[in-house]
Structure formats: C-alpha cells, structure tokens
C-alpha cells in the first residue's frame, strides 16, 4: 500500500514566564538597496527576530519584510524606519496582549482540536486515539530527541466513515501523520520563550542553543537563506542531519522509500502552498505537475471559506532557503511534495487565534484530499 507521509508543526500558544510585552511586530517595504541595508544593520544591532523572511540575509529592495522588535528598541526601530523614509506598518502593536488573545477557545476540555494543545497533551492524545481504534490507527516511536523525548508517528490505515472521498483514500493509502517532529523545542516554547524555534541541542564552541530543523536536512544544506552562525534562528546545524530530531525523520523516509508517495509538511505563516525547490532557482524535473496539482489543491482549499493562497516552486515564490526536508524528501524519490504555510498573511502571524483552527484545518483537509487523489490515480 502507499503512503503519504504528513508533518504537522504548528506554533503553540503557553503561559511561559517570558513576557513579550511592549514588543512589536513591524511590516516593512525597503525600496532601494540602503534601505534594505539598514534594515540588515538594524537586524544586527536590535536583534530583531525575522519572520518573514526568517533570515536578515534574504532581506532585499522590494521585499515585504516582516519583523520582531524586543521591547527596549521597538520605539527607536520605529523612529529610524519613519527618518529613513521605508514604508511600514505595525502588524502587531503588543506581542504579549496579541499572545493572551490567541487563546479565545472557550473550550476547557484537556484536548482539543480547536485549541493548542501542550506536549504532553498531544502525546496522551496520540495515545488515547491509538488505543481507542487500533484497527484505524496505530503509534510507533520513530526517535529520540536530545533531550530524551520520544518522537511519534501515528498511522492511520483502512476505515469506513462517513466520508465516502476520505473513505476511499483510506481504503488505497496509509497515512503516516507526525504531530510533533520538534518535540523539544515544542515543549521548550510553552515552558519557556513562546516564540522558540530551534531544537534545545548544545552547540560546541557557543553558549547558543539549537538548531533550526527547517534548515538541517542535506538538500542544498547551509548554501543559501541559512545561517552558519549558532546564535541564529535559522543555524543549519553542525552538518546535515546533525539533529537527532531530523536524523530520525529521515531514516523513517529512507526505509520506506519504496512505499511514500507523497510528502507534506505543515507550518505557519503565509498562505502559501510551496513544491521543490526552496534552495535553487532550478525548476525541479516534475514542476509541470507539481505545479498543476497545486494550483488544484490550492482552489479546492478556497472553495470553503474564500482564503487565498499563493503556491508554486519554494525559491520563487517565498525565499530561497536551503535544508529543507521538503528538497530532500524530493530528491530522495517523493515526487509529491508539497510544503503548506497555513492561515494567516501577517496580521496575526505566529499568533493566529485558536478561533482560526478550525476552518484552518477544514479548508487544509480539502487541498490535502485534492493531493491524495492525484497520487492516488497518478502515483
């Protein structure tokens, strides 16, 4: 039987000490090249964290830029974009008072699917789920992160429902889902600092921690829109795999290569549906039809709710971006790869209300149920 392999990392909302008050979100349209450069020497100076881009070395005249101002320089950021005359705008004004209102479910059950969910709550629910339709789904550990935890994947295999489409794709595929793949820097963003990303490995030689897994797969590894600096948000790692988190992914793949027909991950934010390749302009051999399914996949997304998303090759259509484990499922033999950047274009950012999961995940099933028909039928 076929599968289709499905990354889920969602950012998590937490009651972690770190308060983000008084933080700001900036917007910014740098027109000439010294204004792109003094956006770059603000990222340096302010430590801005990027987010769109999410490397200050992407950051170029004509590019929308979206960005995080720590507190103690938001003001001074503000008064320096506003002198030199780049266009902006605040996306979000206070990024704590943003983070409180993102949790707006009135739900208080301990799981569910319309509100964030710890990591412990999401592995009792991996649990549960698994015990209570074991001929549905089954659980499997397929690593360890470096910190200890265990990383899981469910799969879920033959099943009548009342869903005649899924029904049938269940009935022709297995679907391998991974809740969690950065299991620590998960729990690490609802302990700790909300906006972490990393994995929580230590770093030889630096006092920085992590690794951005994103960034860590050997798909054009650390040559473009990737940092080799451990202190940045999107470090690729001591080497391709370095990760224990990304090793485990990848050695998952490569021993059921034979069988994975189709590879997505899932993240926020942008609206975007991307396919090979993110670190090269080169058009991948299958972009004909990658391109046509996503153009599909994106119009059966729209049809629910109006949202509108913007799809084609990675590099062109977002950022070049390098070590990706889209490119590498790719180029390990899945034709079918496809990167989602869910809901929202930047006015909440990685602080989408939990109100927005649900027709998230409703208008995300109808692209994912386009893809997995094509692969069905044309796989």
């Known amino acids: 039987m076929w599968t289709i392999l499905i990354l889920a990392g969602i950012a998590a909302v937490s009651a972690e000490?770190?308060?983000?008050?008084?933080?700001?979100?900036?917007?910014?349209?740098?027109?000439?090249?010294?204004?792109?450069?003094?956006?770059?020497?603000?990222?340096?100076?302010?430590?801005?964290?990027?987010?769109?881009?999410?490397?200050?070395?992407?950051?170029?005249?004509?590019?929308?830029?979206?960005?995080?101002?720590?507190?103690y320089v938001s003001y001074d950021v503000q008064a320096m974009l506003e002198q030199s005359g780049i266009p902006y705008e605040i996306?979000?004004?206070?990024?704590?008072?943003?983070?409180?209102k993102q949790r707006d479910s009135n739900i208080r059950a301990v799981h569910s699917y319309e509100k964030y969910n710890d990591l412990d709550t999401i592995k009792a629910w991996s649990a549960n789920i698994a015990a209570q339709n074991p001929t549905l789904v089954s659980r499997s550990q397929i690593g360890t992160s470096y910190e200890g935890r265990p990383i899981y994947l469910l799969k879920a295999v033959n099943s009548y429902g009342v869903d005649s489409q899924f029904t049938n794709l269940l009935n022709n595929l297995d679907f391998y889902v991974l809740p969690v793949m950065n299991v620590d820097g998960y729990a690490y963003s609802w302990t700790t600092n909300?906006?972490?990303?990393?994995?929580?490995?230590?770093?030889?030689?630096?006092?920085?921690?992590?690794?951005?897994?994103?960034?860590?797969?050997?798909?054009?590894?650390?040559?473009?829109?990737?940092?080799?600096?451990?202190?940045?948000?999107?470090?690729?790692?001591?080497?391709?795999?370095?990760?224990?988190?990304?090793?485990?992914?990848?050695?998952?793949?490569?021993?059921?290569?034979?069988?994975i027909k189709a590879y997505l991950t899932i993240h926020s934010y942008s609206q975007m549906l991307l396919f090979p390749y993110s670190y090269t302009y080169s058009l991948a051999k299958d972009h004909n039809e990658l391109n046509t399914v996503a153009k599909g996949a994106v119009a059966a997304l729209t049809s629910l709710y109006g949202t509108k998303y913007t799809y084609g090759a990675g590099g062109s259509t977002i950022y070049l971006a390098a070590g990706g484990s889209d490119d590498w499922a790719y180029n390990a033999g899945v034709k079918y790869s496809f990167t989602f950047e869910l809901r929202d274009t930047g006015r909440y950012g990685f602080a989408l209300p939990e109100s927005q999961?649900?027709?998230?995940?409703?208008?995300?099933?109808?692209?994912?149920?386009?893809?997995?028909?094509?692969v069905l039928t044309n796989a």
């Open 17 to 71: 000490p770190r308060s983000f008050h008084g933080e700001k979100v900036f917007r910014a349209f740098p027109q000439t090249f010294e204004q792109a450069q003094l956006i770059k020497s603000l990222g340096e100076h302010a430590k801005l964290d990027f987010w769109d881009p999410d490397n200050v070395d992407l950051v170029e005249p004509g590019i929308q830029v979206d960005f995080r101002a720590q507190s």
């Open 91 to 100: 996306m979000i004004d206070d990024l704590q008072d943003a983070l409180e």
């Open 194 to 259: 909300r906006m972490w990303r990393k994995t929580r490995s230590v770093n030889r030689n630096s006092s920085c921690i992590g690794t951005d897994p994103n960034r860590n797969f050997n798909a054009g590894w650390c040559t473009v829109g990737a940092s080799s600096r451990a202190c940045d948000e999107t470090y690729c790692g001591a080497s391709a795999e370095s990760e224990r988190e990304s090793q485990a992914l990848a050695n998952f793949v490569r021993a059921n290569i034979g069988s």
């Open 357 to 374: 999961i649900k027709p998230t995940c409703e208008e995300t099933m109808l692209a994912v149920k386009y893809i997995a028909n094509h």
